[in-house]
Structures are given as C-alpha cells and as structure tokens.
C-alpha cells in the first residue's frame, strides 16, 4: 500500500491498545522475540518492570528494569501504582499501571515479559486488554543446548535451570496462543500474526461506529 493510503487507513479508526505478554521457560526465546517485534513494529513499547534485584552489567537503568529497592517497592504496592507484581528467584518484579494505562487509551500496545504469575494477574484485572503468548522449547535438549550456549554454568547450575524451565513450562495451558520456538524467524512471524489479528478484533477498533456513520453519510 502507498504510504499516504496507508497513513490514512491507519488513521481512519480510533483503535484501544492492547496488552501483549510473552512468556517461557528461560532459553526458550522469549527474550530475541521480544527485541525482534521491537524493533519491527512502532505500535508496541515494552512495559519497563521495577524490581529490586540487582542491576547486571550491560543492563540500564529506565529501559531494561527501573532498579528500586525493597522498602520503594513496597510503597508502591500499598499505594496501589503497581497493575501486578510477583516474587521470582527471591526477588520482586512489577509492572508500574500508569504508563500501562496511558498506552491503552492513546492506541499504543505494550510488550510484557513477565512470568506466568504476573500473567494470572493481568488477566484477573484486565481480561479484555489482554493477549497472552507462551512460547515453548522444541525439545528439552534443545533449551539444555540454548542454557548451555549462552551461559558458562555449571551442571548443577544447568540442571536446576532445567528443573525451573520444566516447573514454567506447566502453566502453558493458561496463555491464549502456543508458539513453538523450533526456528526463531517462523517463531517470530507467529507472534507478528497473532498481533495482527488481534490488533483487528472489533471491541479494540473503538472508532468503529464513528467510522461506519461516516461510510453511511457517504451514500
Ligand atoms: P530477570 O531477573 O532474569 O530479568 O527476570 C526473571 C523473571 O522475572 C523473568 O521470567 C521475567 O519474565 C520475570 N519478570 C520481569 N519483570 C516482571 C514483572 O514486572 N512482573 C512479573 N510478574 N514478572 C516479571
């Protein structure tokens, strides 16, 4: 389509976000998908957590984590500025609401990686806004491989990781859509699909009757 029919078609309906989760068992992909739709797609940001881990080197401060500590992320928890929060690996994560809330009315998506209970949290609070994807290894040697590739642990290290990935992996069932990770590209362009197709669902297209009035005004 030429770029001004384009801009047109996009602008011709008022349109609600949506709320994109993506998660998995560490190594299955997760992570290259989310940069990946990124990159690709200007109608989607990340929601950036808090959480009180420590910050790791290459990670900054503001866009991969907002690094608080213990007794802040408590206050915002009493004070309610958290849409979903939960406890992994001995430390808190959570989702700050207000820019959540912001992207939704201004039409914009936001991007979650988030575990599986944070994902039960959102859909409690925000069922209609929500589309969740879990993302699965292969096979359990391929995510050993993918752990083994990009981390020099060891074995016990590794074995404890897969323990983990296998306890992950057991809340698929509770996520909308399935993607097999076994080629990274064709991974990818499932997840693109999804958001396609769900960015089209009548109840997000909110300027529709405003739309349609005016097709009828046309005749
Ligand atoms: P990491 O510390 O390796 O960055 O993340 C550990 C886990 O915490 C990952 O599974 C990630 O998806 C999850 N996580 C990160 N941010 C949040 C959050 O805001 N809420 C929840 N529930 N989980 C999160």
Excluded: C
């Excluded at 039409?107 to 609070?125: A, M």
């Amino acid at each position: 389509m030429p770029a001004e029919r384009d801009r047109q078609h996009k602008d011709a309906i008022a349109r609600r976000g949506l709320m994109l989760v993506l998660s998995s068992p560490s190594g299955a992909g997760k992570t290259t998908l989310s940069r990946k739709l990124l990159e690709a797609d200007p109608g989607i940001e990340l929601s950036v957590s808090v959480t009180t881990r420590k910050q790791r080197s290459g990670e900054i401060d503001g866009r991969d984590y907002h690094f608080i500590d213990a007794q802040r992320f408590e206050t915002m928890v009493k004070r309610g500025e958290l849409l979903e929060w939960a406890q992994v690996f001995g430390h808190h994560y959570g989702t700050p609401r207000a820019p959540v809330e912001a992207a939704l009315l201004s039409g914009h998506d936001i991007l979650f990686d988030i575990d599986w209970q944070g994902t039960q949290q959102l859909r409690e609070k925000a069922d209609h806004d929500l589309v969740s994807v879990f993302v699965l290894p292969p096979s359990m040697p391929d995510l050993e491989r993918r752990l083994r590739r990009r981390a020099q642990d060891s074995d016990e290290v590794i074995r404890a990781r897969m323990a983990t990935a296998a306890e992950e992996m057991s809340h698929w069932a509770e996520y909308d859509y399935v993607v097999i990770n076994t080629d990274i590209d064709r991974a990818f362009a499932e997840v693109q699909t999804i958001l396609a197709a769900e960015r089209l669902k009548r109840e997000r297209q909110t300027g529709l009757s405003d739309f349609v009035r005016r097709l009828q005004a046309q005749l």
